[in-house]
């Protein structure tokens, strides 16, 4: 595939890469300024002018990738090359005579984010997270609530949006998510909620999981997960309640106040930098 199927396919399969194009040519060189290589860990697809311009671009590139899996901050760079045979290089001789600029940008995979419960709030959390880099997930048991032209507005955005509209069992889609998904469940039946709770917990995937409502319903659904088997320990890893308005500077109760404080947390929560205590007052 050339490099820009490449580069989708890549973000589908949730695999980071590094794509590396030719910005400035100057006498003679293999290929032509905006040629273009797409560098996985165990793949590559296009290319930049093979020999040591290559072998060399391939190695920078997977050196990026190994800091990006160790967690290190990783930003684009460039890379200068001599195509001359009075140049000592690692991987052969190429004798083009040119030289070559190479910039080279890591993509790493996208932070996922699924919405369960596509009503009023869920619907107007799930339009301000499109709006960010990432892949979404929205999961209802309503057919109109996942309508093509209510989510119309959602598809307008950045982000990669994956709709899920299980009539039956929707906490099935537990499995389908991507590890490392922070998960908010705010569906309109407390019943179901439970339930996706309950697949969560037992869930090894997902990041975060944030449970909308009152501190009564969170009592009384303590004592039903309890009942299902899950220790003290598991249940304390649902945040609840989800939003946090002194960070957004908002409070109210309005579906697009609320959706205002959750998506403040949630990016916080994907930037790493919270801590997840939840600090809404939504009574459900």
Not at 12 to 32: F, I
Not at 212 to 224: L, M, N, P, T
Not at 246 to 272: R, W, Y
């Amino acid at each position: 595939m050339d490099w820009l199927r490449a580069l989708q396919d890549c973000r589908d399969r949730r695999v980071p890469c590094v794509l590396v194009t030719v910005t400035e040519v100057r006498g003679h060189a293999p290929r032509e300024a905006g040629a273009k290589l797409v560098v996985a860990e165990d793949a590559t697809w296009g290319s930049v002018g093979g020999g040591n311009l290559e072998e060399a671009a391939v190695s920078r590139a997977r050196g990026l990738l190994a800091s990006m899996a160790s967690g290190q901050p990783v930003l684009p760079m460039t890379d200068h090359h001599s195509l001359s045979d009075k140049v000592p290089v690692e991987h052969g001789v190429q004798c083009c005579g040119g030289e070559v600029t190479l910039l080279l940008e890591p993509v790493a995979v996208r932070p996922a984010v699924a919405v369960f419960g596509m009503g009023h709030v869920g619907f107007e959390i799930g339009l301000l997270l499109s709006r960010h880099e990432l892949e979404l997930h929205l999961v209802d048991s309503r057919a109109d609530q996942l309508d093509e032209q209510r989510l119309a507005p959602l598809r307008s955005g950045p982000a990669d949006l994956h709709v899920h509209q299980v009539p039956v069992l929707p906490e099935l889609v537990v499995a389908e998510l991507p590890p490392g998904t922070h998960v908010l469940v705010l569906t309109h039946d407390h019943a179901e909620d439970l339930a996706i709770l309950d697949a969560l917990l037992r869930a090894e995937g997902p990041a975060t999981i944030g449970l909308i409502g009152s501190s009564a319903k969170w009592v009384r659904f303590q004592d039903k997960l309890a009942t299902l088997g899950h220790s003290p320990e598991v249940v304390g890893r649902v945040r609840t309640p989800i939003g946090d308005p002194t960070a957004a500077g908002v409070a109210g109760k309005a579906p697009a106040v609320i959706a205002v404080s959750v998506t403040v947390e949630v990016l916080a929560l994907v930037a790493g930098t919270t801590t997840g205590s939840g600090l809404s007052t939504l009574d459900r």
